[in-house]
């Protein structure tokens, strides 16, 4: 075997048993997978005898369904099945008692040994489909690409988790990459269709993305017949969606989310334009983003990402550029009209969740920033690592706002329960050590495999500055949006995106020796400052007047104009 191989094989396998040893807190959505299905093997679409152990769930006519997509729950079925033969499904010692106490009481191993093949599996499917993927228009790069979307994303603790979003992924990346290259058959776009709609059948929302790829499909002649391939094979892929909403409900067009939503949702926020979503919202976008859960502020290495969409495009993946740039506006959009700001996150997660379908393609676009500049790229992609390796060891589901809690958990040495505390090992260092082994074997494996590569003085300057960025926004923003949140204003929402735009034309001015450009951005470094970022007006005009003297200073630097 080629070195690289046998690098990649280390690299991917040692992030896929990361995945298997943390054993996460139960909570709904978990549950209400967990709960389908058991009433899937018992031959039921009805969870009526689980339905005290979840609130992710729907009345309906007097019985009680899961609000799920039904597909990652019909592929997990012959597993459980497997698992009660073998006298392997611990019982819930709580069973019989109302909610919450019974879903307290469901067993931490029982959601972690369904998650092992209902979550694990694909997403090591995922981070093999996307190193190959990348390998296509980087060679050398897949790996790293790879690792990074498998433990420097979302990616990481919803692996731990037994939620649909990353078989969904999984699903409409392979859409993708069926069709990338120009495939010419048209079985091969019809394939492509059915991925998408599988997808859909997994998590419904995926709707929005899968046509984005329904058009990239169809970019290329002979235009028509293309789209309608996709559309048929999608509607193969609807299959298992249509079929579980007749055996359900009497209707292949009744989705699992419609009913009365069960004891403890947050009903209203549901209940409000369709199925809970509204026109999109620019504040509610920002927040997506830039609060303390955001995606860029826990994950600075996906704003790269959106930087290689630019890259794609300039080195004439058009179509791929357009299809990544089209489904990131389509996602964030849609979920920005979800207005209550738990609601658009999906939760008590520790990240917005319903995002997690751009991740793949983020990572693939991200592969021409890594050749370009490795060393900024490697700076913002071990903030990122750190930050989801902290969140998957300190139990990423939070009951609040606080990510702070993560780190507290790591000074008092209380971490995930992990395999290791089956054999009564406790939750503490000596329960999480395999878990950081095998994601520092990963990131070593990974660095091994992209070595060696060119790194410029203006990619070592870059790097800095966007660690200053980072550290900048990840300390301001959410702030900014927390006191908005609180006073009903909109200064906070201004100053941040203001903040996040100014940083970056600094960080690319001083990239090309421009260091004047810094001296402007100085007071940029009160964001840094204690409580100076509540106070949103003054934040504003703080931005403001950097931006103002930024241009300036440009104009002034112009060749043929004096400095």
Request: proline share 6%; aromatic share 8%; with cysteine.
């Amino acid at each position: 075997m080629r070195r690289a191989t046998v690098l990649a094989t280390i690299a991917i396998g040692a992030v896929g048993v990361a995945y298997a040893i943390p054993m996460q807190s139960v909570g709904c959505a978990q549950t209400a997978h967990y709960a389908a299905e058991r009433a899937f093997a018992s031959g039921t679409p009805r969870i009526d005898r689980w339905a005290s152990e979840t609130c992710d769930s729907v009345r309906v006519g007097g019985h009680v369904y899961a609000a799920k997509g039904p597909l990652m729950d019909l592929w997990a079925t012959p597993w459980y099945l497997l698992l009660h033969a073998a006298g392997a499904v611990p019982g819930n010692p709580n069973a019989g008692d109302a909610y919450p106490a019974a879903m307290a009481g469901v067993p931490l191993r029982a959601i972690w040994q369904m998650g092992l093949w209902a979550v694990v599996l694909p997403s090591i499917l995922l981070l093999v489909l996307v190193r190959r993927t990348v390998e296509r228009i980087e060679p050398g790069l897949g790996t790293a690409c790879a690792v990074i979307l498998g433990l420097g994303t979302l990616l990481l603790p919803f692996s731990t988790l037994l939620f649909a979003h990353v078989l969904a992924a999984l699903l409409l990346f392979a859409s993708f990459a069926v069709l990338f290259g120009g495939a010419s058959s048209l079985a091969r776009v019809g394939a492509a269709g059915a991925l998408a709609g599988l997808s859909i059948s997994t998590d419904v929302p995926l709707a929005i993305p899968a046509a984005v790829v329904g058009v990239y499909a169809a970019a290329r002649s002979p235009h028509v017949r293309r789209l309608l391939g996709f559309a048929a094979g999608g509607l193969v892929g609807l299959v298992p969606l249509l079929a579980f909403d007749a055996w359900a409900f009497g209707s292949p067009f009744h989705l699992p989310y419609s009913g009365t939503p069960g004891q403890g949702a947050k009903g209203g926020w549901a209940q409000e334009g369709f199925f809970g979503q509204t026109v999109p919202h620019p504040r509610m976008a920002v927040e997506l983003l830039l609060s303390q859960r955001g995606l860029v502020v826990l994950t600075p290495v996906t704003a790269a990402g959106v930087a290689g969409i630019v890259l794609l495009w300039r080195r004439g993946l058009r179509a791929e550029a357009a299809l990544i740039g089209a489904m990131s506006v389509a996602v964030l959009a849609w979920n920005s009209g979800r207005l209550h700001y738990d609601f658009a996150l999906g939760g008590w997660v520790p990240g917005p969740r319903f995002l997690i379908p751009l991740l793949p393609f983020l990572c693939f676009a991200l592969a021409p920033v890594l050749r370009r500049v490795p060393l900024t790229v490697a700076a913002l992609a071990a903030v990122s690592i750190g930050a989801m390796t902290l969140a998957t060891a300190a139990e990423p589901l939070l009951s609040n706002d606080d990510t702070h809690l993560w780190v507290a958990r790591l000074e008092h040495g209380n971490f995930a329960a992990t395999v290791l505390s089956l054999a009564g090992v406790g939750h503490g260092w000596l329960a999480i050590i395999p878990f950081l082994a095998a994601v520092l074997v990963a990131v070593g494996a990974a660095i091994a495999a992209t070595l060696p590569v060119a790194v410029t003085r203006r990619d070592g300057i870059l790097a800095g500055v966007s660690l200053v960025a980072w550290l900048l926004v990840e300390h301001g923003d959410p702030e900014l949006l927390r006191v908005d949140r609180a006073v009903h204003k909109g200064y906070g929402v201004a100053a941040a995106v203001l903040l996040v735009l100014a940083l970056c034309w600094v960080a690319f001015r001083v990239a090309d020796d421009n260091w004047w450009a810094a001296l402007v951005a100085v007071p940029l470094l009160l964001f840094a400052a204690i409580r100076f970022d509540e106070h949103t007006k003054w934040a504003l005009a703080v931005v403001v007047l950097v931006l103002a003297g930024l241009a300036v200073e440009r104009r002034l630097r112009r060749p043929g104009i004096p400095a």
